[in-house]
């Protein structure tokens, strides 16, 4: 009997640190295998426990391997193309100073500066998501008023806004909202938002910025009325996904996968919504106290 609550209370003992490990091991904790005394009755779970433990971190460690080596290649692509881009550039520029060309001579160098530069733009802006995504985006994080952001990025937008055909309705409030973030990638973010909304925007509708700040977080919203039909079930925040599919002009479909990534490296959250053709992005912060 003496024996039985003996084995009984060391099982009992043993059951402890198996359930917190098996529950570190759910919440993706996987610094350390469980190790339990060779006779005990758990020492058939935890090594399975381990083994599970050990597939979950050779997994993750192959994952960011491949994150790693996909960074690495984008960033040697990416500067493999931009020295043949800056002499494609650097030429263009010089037959654009020729003079006495004829006229449809002129519009094929100029066709051809904007591609180039719209390509650099592209190549660039592929390096830079893929490094937010990878983690290994530079950041320097400071404490910045989202309002103040958000009004300087409008007003050095307000040529674009201007000679649009949208009307911007705007509500923030004139009291600081705090957060925490990179000031530079934030303000890129709302930069490719208002963007994104000045090129798929119905000419002539009314596009509405807010800021709200709750009791811990602020979110800011933009809405627009999409100038073409949206089409369900799309994550607007991948890679090259554009809502109109049928242009090839104007953006890359990397506007919102940039906002997104940049966001969530600076520890904030982009949700995209559709209602029919109302389009809305959401992005939220917690609050800097």
Known sequence: ????????????????????????????????????????????????????????????????????????????????????????????????????????????????????????????????????????LSLHTERLDLGKLLRQTLADMDEAVSQSSLTFRTELPEAPVWITADGDRLYRVFQNLVQNVLEYSLEGSRVYVTLDAGKDAATVRLKNISRTELPPGVDFTARFVRGDQSRTDGGSGLGLAIASSFTAACGGALRVSTDADLFTVEVEFPLSR
């Open 1 to 136: 009997m003496v024996w039985l609550l003996r084995r009984g209370w060391d099982l009992l003992r043993q059951l402890g640190p198996f359930t917190a490990r098996l529950s570190a091991v759910r919440s993706g904790d996987l610094a350390a295998p469980l190790e339990l005394p060779a006779d005990s009755d758990l020492r058939q779970a935890a090594e399975d426990l381990n083994g599970i433990h050990q597939g979950m971190r050779a997994a993750l460690e192959e994952r960011m391997k491949s994150e790693r080596m996909k960074v690495e290649l984008i960033a040697n692509v990416s500067h493999d193309l931009k020295t043949p881009l800056t002499s494609v550039i650097s030429y263009a520029e010089l037959l654009r100073e020729e003079e006495d060309l004829p006229e449809h001579v002129q519009d094929y160098i100029r066709i051809l500066n904007d591609k180039a530069q719209r390509l650099s733009v592209m190549v660039q802006d592929v390096f830079e998501v893929s490094k937010a995504a990878s983690g290994e």
